[in-house]
Structures are given as structure tokens and as C-alpha cells.
């Protein structure tokens, strides 16, 4: 992860709140591979849970100089599928800035930018 993020890395570490989504692919088990399962993406209900996927991930970022502690991390919305057949596993992370101040619907656009992002 952190090689590929690389080009998109800031120069500098982040210094400000910041909102981070996380789309995490994992390998789709062989029982999920039938003709009759879904071809595309199915949801992931097991075990590795969604929170430790998220401190994995934002730790790795921290280490690799995205900004100087995780704790900027002021809005965080994280998903976790099987991938797709013939897919791979793996993450896609949007990281934005966030103002100092912020309303409700200015709080809905961003949802729904990382939305189309993801």
C-alpha cells in the first residue's frame, strides 16, 4: 500500500483534520467462486472487523508521513467487500482536508464526493 500511495503522498506532512474513506477489497473465499454467486462485489461480514482494517491502514499512512498522527483523522468512513470475480485484493483511500468549520450540508457533500471517489 504505502509504495503505490506513494506518488499521491503529500510533500509535506498533513497538519490540519482531515477525512479519510477507505473501500477495502479482501481475497474472495473459493465458496463465493460458484457460477450462480455474484460476479461482482459481495458484502464482507466476517472477521478481520472494519475498525481494525481502518487503524491497520491510517497507522501505515502515519508511518509513511501522510500527515504526523492519525489522530487528524477527523472523518472516517470505511467499507469492506470480497472482490469482484477476477478482481484483487486491495484498498482504494481518499484523503481531503476538511475546513474548520463545517455544517451539516457541507458535511453531506462531502459524503457524497467520496461517494462518486470510491
Not at 43 to 50: I, Q, S, Y
Not at 84 to 104: D, F, K, N, W, Y
Request: charged share 20%; aromatic share 6%.
Amino acid at each position: 500500500m504505502v509504495l503505490a500511495g506513494a506518488e499521491c503522498r503529500p510533500a509535506s506532512p498533513i497538519a490540519c483534520p482531515v477525512a479519510v474513506a477507505l473501500w477495502i477489497e479482501l481475497p474472495r473465499p473459493k465458496r463465493l467462486t460458484r457460477r450462480t454467486d455474484p460476479v461482482w462485489r459481495v458484502t464482507h461480514g466476517a472477521k478481520p472487523d472494519v475498525d481494525n482494517l481502518a487503524k491497520a491502514i491510517l497507522d501505515a499512512m502515519t508511518n509513511d508521513g501522510w500527515w504526523a498522527d492519525d489522530s487528524l483523522v477527523s472523518l472516517l468512513i470505511v467499507g469492506k467487500w470480497y472482490h469482484a470475480i477476477g478482481g484483487h485484493a486491495g484498498a482504494t483511500i481518499c484523503v481531503e482536508e476538511l475546513p474548520q468549520t463545517m455544517s451539516r450540508d457541507a458535511f453531506a457533500e462531502t459524503l457524497a464526493r467520496f461517494g462518486s471517489a470510491l
